[in-house]
Each structure stands twice: as C-alpha cells, then as structure tokens.
C-alpha cells in the first residue's frame, strides 16, 4: 500500500498539469513501514525522451543519483517513481513495463484535457513481464 | 575498502545496512564481494547470465562506469559505488 501526503500529491500533479500534452516525470521520496510506504516529498525530474514526449518519458540516472542522495540528506527513502498519461488512463503499458524498474512503486496519473482524472499505483515484477496494482491513497482519491 | 550504497528496497537483502564496505580493485570486484556477502542480491542485480540487469546502472562517485572501462573500472578505498535504476516509460 502507498500513501501520498497532500503536499508531494499537490506537486505531482501541478507538474503533471503544467507538462502537459507532454509527460511528466519525477521521484517520490519517503518512508516504509513493513508492507506501508509514506511519500512525504515528490522532486519533479525533467522529462529527458529526445523524441515525442506526448507519448515516452526517460529518466537521467543522474537525476535518480540526485534523487537517492536528497533522500538519504532528509533521512528519507526513494520510494517510487511518478509519470503522467496525458489524455489517456493511468494504466501501466508495455513500454512502462519493459523499461521499469521491480525496485519501486510506480505511481501513473491520467491527466485528460490538462487536468487531473484519476491515478494508480503499479508494482513490476524482475522479469518485466507483468505488473501488480499497488492499493493507493491520495488526497483526491 | 570502497564503499558501495545500497538503494532502499534493496536493503532487505543486504542485513539491512544503507551502505556496505567491500574488498576489490575494480568496481566488478566490489559488487561480487557484495553479493557474496549478501546472496541474495544477487538476482536482484544480475540475471541468470550473470550480467547486470537492464535496469542497473553503476555509477562511481558520479562518473556512470559504462563511459569508464564498465565493470573493470579501478576503485580505491575512498570511493563511493552507486547503484542507480534505469528508468522509462510511456502511455
């Protein structure tokens, strides 16, 4: 199960909203607890995909080594990842699948006509074959 | 001895320390000295043909190791290995 405070969600998705028609991407910083995962902070990444970035999103390794290291400064974790779906659901595709990560959470927003509609959470598997919906809490579920 | 840090969700498999200090000359060296130590990493970073995931990168200080000579890059006692997702996507 992860939950995002209002703080980090209102950050996801005002980055989300202003990247669109593009996708968005970024990292989500907090805690877990057992099974429970608290995102407390959300860092918005640049999309870094040299091509239609309506339809892909890439990730520098840099940015991640920047995410883990603010992390460990704040006494927090890198806990998942974020990226938006403009004008499309909050499923996780196969390019998603085949270019994740079985590490961490993986939060997808669906943003329709510039504005937020709905999200879910998905966790990969180390094949990249397939991915679980993770049960997801945020302040507008 | 060369420090290595461990992502969190790999920690579990790794007594539970955020960072390891390991024996080795070379970056491939230090991550076989570390998944000896902890087994189980091991299928976490490596796939059944022994190489590194797709998704795996290493970085050394802040030097990502494939622009360095990869896996036979040289370490000393005061560096720092990162192990860093690869991560993409689209709808």
Same mark, same amino acid.
């Given at each position: 199960m992860i939950t995002v405070e209002r703080q980090p969600w209102d950050v996801m998705v005002e980055h989300a909203q202003?990247?669109?028609?593009?996708?968005?991407?970024?990292?989500?910083?907090?805690?877990?607890?057992?099974?429970?995962?608290?995102?407390?902070?959300?860092?918005?990444? %640049?999309?870094?995909? @040299?091509?239609?970035?309506? @339809?892909?999103?890439?990730?520098?390794? %840099?940015?991640?080594?920047?995410?883990?290291?603010?992390?460990?400064?704040?006494?927090m974790d890198l806990i998942g990842i974020f990226h938006s779906h403009p004008d499309c659901d909050a499923y996780f595709s196969k390019t998603d699948l085949e270019n994740s990560c079985p590490w961490y959470s993986f939060i997808v927003l669906s943003i329709q006509q510039g504005k937020f509609h709905h999200a879910n959470s998905w966790l990969p598997n180390m094949e990249q074959t397939e991915a679980a919906k993770e049960e997801l809490t945020h302040p507008n579920a | 001895m060369p420090k290595i840090l461990i992502p969190t969700p790999l920690r579990q498999f790794a007594g539970k320390n955020?960072?390891?200090?390991?024996?080795?000359?070379?970056?491939?060296?230090?991550?076989?000295?570390?998944?000896?130590?902890?087994?189980?990493?091991?299928?976490?970073?490596?796939?059944?043909?022994?190489?590194?995931?797709?998704?795996?990168?290493?970085?050394?200080?802040?030097?990502?190791?494939?622009?360095?000579?990869?896996?036979?890059?040289?370490?000393?006692?005061?560096?720092?290995?990162?192990?860093?997702?690869?991560?993409?996507g689209g709808r």
């Amino acid at each position: 199960m992860i939950t995002v405070e209002r703080q980090p969600w209102d950050v996801m998705v005002e980055h989300a909203q202003k990247t669109y028609p593009n996708e968005c991407c970024g990292a989500m910083l907090g805690s877990i607890d057992g099974e429970v995962k608290n995102v407390r902070l959300a860092l918005p990444l %640049e999309n870094a995909y @040299e091509g239609a970035q309506r @339809e892909r999103y890439e990730l520098r390794p %840099e940015d991640l080594l920047f995410a883990e290291r603010e992390a460990r400064k704040n006494g927090m974790d890198l806990i998942g990842i974020f990226h938006s779906h403009p004008d499309c659901d909050a499923y996780f595709s196969k390019t998603d699948l085949e270019n994740s990560c079985p590490w961490y959470s993986f939060i997808v927003l669906s943003i329709q006509q510039g504005k937020f509609h709905h999200a879910n959470s998905w966790l990969p598997n180390m094949e990249q074959t397939e991915a679980a919906k993770e049960e997801l809490t945020h302040p507008n579920a | 001895m060369p420090k290595i840090l461990i992502p969190t969700p790999l920690r579990q498999f790794a007594g539970k320390n955020d960072s390891v200090e390991v024996a080795g000359a070379t970056v491939g060296e230090a991550l076989a000295a570390l998944t000896t130590a902890h087994p189980d990493l091991k299928k976490n970073l490596y796939n059944d043909e022994g190489k590194l995931r797709s998704f795996v990168n290493v970085y050394m200080n802040d030097e990502d190791i494939r622009f360095l000579e990869k896996e036979k890059t040289a370490v000393g006692s005061n560096d720092t290995i990162s192990i860093v997702p690869s991560i993409a996507g689209g709808r």
